[in-house]
């Protein structure tokens, strides 16, 4: 799987050391050492991927992130940073980074996750086939007497089917995607920690930190929200975690 990817990073080593990593794995690499130029590069040949350093100088990696996706770029960012906490890095996803690792970090789980990152876009950019083109929705069906399944307004989550829907067209989730998605819908309007979120995740991801929930909130919105840069269904609550919520109580309360 060979790709355009275009490294932002101001430290020469560190670039040097992703540059290498990348292209013994057969990718083209392109390295830019501001912001700016990130921007400017991506302007005049969208990568198929940008690995992208939050501290850089002129413009600072969010701010990349930000003019990109207001510009309608969907090119995919893995964000480099040394910020730990946990503001910044819900800031980054919210503005619409795909991944993030945090320095330092191993050069052979950041190719692993690139290679997760580039096979995602390959299959989103898949064409569809025309038969597929216009599927019609397939409405939920109608609960039995012992029907586990839990509903959140027009999300619908059967723990038992291991099926989910939003106005009754079937959603495809991963595993994890499913085990944190069916945690919330139990308990709607609840707020989960990660902590608690990743309790559900134990022994099953690869990689398990709380970056794993938050990829998995950022994949979620992305399968079940209109918008996934304006979620009303899966929210942040920044400080602490997330909810999932009904958005129809809230336009309820406001016409009352």
Do not use: W
């Not at 007497?145 to 027009?154: K, P, R």
């Not at 089917?161 to 069916?182: I, K, M, N, Y």
Request: charged share 30%; aromatic share 4%.
């Amino acid at each position: 799987m060979c790709a355009n990817i275009l490294v932002a990073e101001d430290d020469t080593k560190q670039a040097e050391l992703v540059r290498r990593y990348l292209e013994h794995e057969g990718h083209a690499v392109t390295v830019v050492e501001d912001g700016r130029a990130a921007i400017d590069e991506v302007r005049h040949r969208e990568p198929d991927l940008l690995v992208l350093d939050v501290m850089m100088p002129r413009t600072d990696g969010l701010d990349v992130v930000r003019i990109l996706r207001a510009e309608s770029r969907e090119v995919p960012v893995l964000m480099l940073t040394a910020r730990s906490t946990e503001d910044d890095l819900l800031l980054g996803l919210d503005l619409g980074a795909d991944d993030y690792m945090t320095k330092p970090f191993s050069p052979r789980e950041l190719m692993a996750r690139i290679r997760t990152l580039l096979r995602r876009n390959r299959r989103s950019a898949a064409p569809v086939p025309l038969s597929m083109s216009v599927p019609t929705p397939v409405p939920a069906p109608a609960p039995a007497e012992n029907d586990q399944a839990l509903s959140v307004g027009a999300l619908r989550v059967d723990p038992v089917r291991h099926e989910v829907s939003v106005g009754g067209s079937p959603v495809v989730c991963t595993p994890g995607e499913f085990r944190v998605l069916a945690a919330m819908a139990a308990e709607p309007d609840r707020v989960f920690t990660r902590q608690q979120l990743l309790e559900r995740l134990h022994d099953f991801d690869t990689y398990i930190g709380s970056r794993t929930v938050d990829v998995h909130i950022m994949n979620l919105r992305k399968k079940i929200e209109r918008a996934p840069r304006r979620p009303v269904r899966l929210l942040t609550v920044f400080g602490v975690g997330y909810k999932l919520t009904d958005p129809a109580k809230g336009i309820r309360r406001a016409s009352s």
